[in-house]
Antibody, heavy 115, light 112 residues
Framework: EVVLVESGGGLVQPGGSLRLSCAASGFTFSTKGINWVRQAPGKGLEWISYISTTGSSIYYADSVKGRFTISRDNAKNSLFLQMNSLRAEDTAVYYC????????WGQGTLVTVSS | DVVMTQSPLSLPVTLGQPASISCRSSQSLVHSDGNTYLNWFQQRAGQSPRRLINKVSYRESGVPDRFSGSGSGTDFTLKISRVEAEDVGIYYCMQATHWPRTFGPGTKVDIK
């Protein structure tokens, strides 16, 4: 069974930084690209980043480009999202989801950006 | 970016009756590899999204056969043949042909 567990969310001040993690199990992690998707409170889904199996291909949404960095550690079956220069509009539940087609999702971790 | 639109945004349905959600993209979703990467997701209250349909019409394992997807190019449809109480939630279409990936605004399905 594919299991994805996000962690690292919390309350951070505007301009601050946070690092999210996604721990994967139940599949061969190194064979799947992984995405980050977020959902602001009461709003729809927003795709924000993708990293390929080896990290050789990375994509970002314009809304986070230059501020967020996606990375992965295949030896530790883990995905990361380094978030810098956080803004109030980054407040959301952040999900990791596997593959081009987002076939499996984690339960999400809440990031709140507020003073 | 590819803009995804859905209609209706709210869909009250009678139990046992059919429901249909339309999704349109601002560009063709036919990939250079010949596939059309249009997916449908269901999100129940308080839960993570769950993929129901991939590549327009391929139902995920465990998804009831009352759900079906169809369409091509820029026009797509998700149909529920007979709505059950457990189908209440928000349904999103998403294109995975172009970067960045984009979602529709969501269609809220509830029971009349």
């Amino acid at each position: 069974e594919v299991v994805l567990v996000e962690s690292g969310g919390g309350l951070v001040q505007p301009g601050g930084s946070l690092r999210l993690s996604c721990a994967a199990s139940g599949f061969t992690f190194s064979t799947k690209g992984i995405n980050w998707v977020r959902q602001a409170p009461g709003k729809g889904l927003e795709w924000i980043s993708y990293i390929s199996t080896t990290g050789s291909s990375i994509y970002y949404a314009d809304s986070v480009k230059g501020r967020f960095t996606i990375s992965r550690d295949n030896a530790k079956n883990s995905l990361f999202l380094q978030m810098n220069s956080l803004r109030a509009e980054d407040t959301a539940v952040y999900y990791c989801a596997t593959s081009w087609g987002l076939d499996y999702w984690g339960q999400g971790t809440l990031v709140t950006v507020s003073s | 970016d590819v803009v995804m639109t859905q209609s209706p945004l709210s869909l009250p349905v009678t139990l046992g009756q059919p429901a249909s959600i339309s999704c349109r993209s601002s560009q063709s979703l036919v990939h250079s590899d010949g596939n059309t990467y249009l997916n449908w997701f269901q999100q129940r209250a308080g839960q993570s999204p769950r993929r129901l349909i991939n590549k327009v019409s391929y139902r995920e394992s465990g998804v009831p056969d009352r759900f079906s997807g169809s369409g091509s190019g820029t026009d797509f449809t998700l149909k529920i043949s007979r709505v059950e109480a457990e189908d209440v939630g928000i349904y999103y279409c998403m294109q995975a042909t172009h970067w960045p990936r984009t979602f529709g605004p969501g269609t809220k399905v509830d029971i009349k």
